[in-house]
């Protein structure tokens, strides 16, 4: 097949339809191409619950081990069991899964040992290029003695590594109704909780890359409705929502209400600090709220603002030695799995801290959730830079307003805040405001919505 590349290979990852963008041939290319890039002389490969990810992973696996690395398959995985094994076995890895993108969908997810990233700046253009190469003159050269191909299984001490992590030892018993969106949370969940007092109730275990029951991206509100009217039916302690290869988690609490992954992040932040002597540097994206830093100072941290995106988040936290990093988009890092993002760490920090006291986690979290947040709204215009300066324009003279574009336009007063950034992708600008009160985020929404859409 003739390989368009510019549509598959994306900043962080490679993600496509299968088999119109890509299929076994060019995995198998990307295989060679990785182990080529990374030099190494063995790599971990594991693949989601799609139709097509134990064909692809093979292939690729093939490619490798053609190329003369040994290959150690773990078989059906989350991708931070995947980072897991990367980090434990000090092996660069490979995961194939296109996270909550429809069935047809699949991708790779790639990593040097350690877990470390791999993306546009740090190996995967070059992969690109050798693909791109090899698509044009054929297979790569086989190494002169080729490598093994082995199966591994993983989850007992993915399992085991996580609990080490967080202590859930002399937590009260928790009712926990968890939806797994026929996505990768039905394999690991089962063996996590094994051994923990919950009543685990779970929803959607099943493991299918169609995603029959609703797509499996908890951020987006139609897909917690489930697991909202289930907690509440069941008088639930909380829910816990994962995407499609959970590796991110969404909260719901007692109520049915969902929890912003801020107050997630500021609890998650205000234990890992705990947990190292009352001090450490945690990252935040600059679009989480400000009840983050806040949290993080007042428990004898330093708060470091980046720019949206996993691989600035991965970058900061190497650079500055970071105990946990969070995002607005329920991907939580921590410097004890590799600098690499586990919702399932996270979850399990949230049951600590819900399980060893006796409020509800409404209550608990009421401290972590301090301002009104609008939610990121997307407004399709036909010139990002000049409705950017447009707004920019109508507020930055005020009194008390600030602005900055670390990432996008920032834009700062003393009750409340907003960040304007453009899509990569697409004709949209995303916009997220943040205030004091309801009524304030409300009318800053409003007139910064009125300027971006403006005929």
Known sequence: MTADLSQLVKAYDVRGVVPDQWDEVLA???????????AAAAIVVGHDMRPTSPSLSGAFARGAAGRGADVTMIGLCSTDQLYYASGALDLPGAMFTASHNPAQYNGIKMCRAGAAPVGQDTGLAEIRTLVEQWSE???PQPAATPGTVTERDTLTDYAAYLLSLVDLSAI??????????????GHTVPTVFADL????????????GTFPNHEANPLDPKNIVDLQARVVAEGADLGLAFDGDADRCFVVDERGEG???????????????ARNGGSGTVIHNLITSHSVPEVVRENGGTPVRTRVGHSFIKAEMAAHGAIFGGEHSAHYYFRDFWNADTGMLAALHVLAALGGQEEPLSALLAQYDRYAG?????STVDDQPARTAAVRAAFADREGVSTDELDGLTVTAPDWWFNLRASNTEPL???NVEARDEKTMAA?????????RRP
């Open 429 to 431: 600008l995303r916009l």
């Open 137 to 139: 003159t054929g297979a």
């Open 259 to 273: 929890v912003s992954p801020s107050a997630i992040t500021a609890l998650v932040a205000a234990r890992e600090l």
């Open 444 to 452: 800053v929404r409003d007139e910064a919505l009125a300027v971006i």
């Open 172 to 185: 009260r018993p928790l009712k926990v109704v968890v939806d797994a969106g026929n996505g990768m949370g």
């Open 197 to 208: 007092p919950v009543e685990l109730v779970p929803m959607y275990f099943e493991l299918d």
């Open 374 to 378: 609008s939610g990121e709204i997307n």
């Open 28 to 38: 198998e290319r990307f295989g060679a191409a990785f182990v080529e890039v990374t």
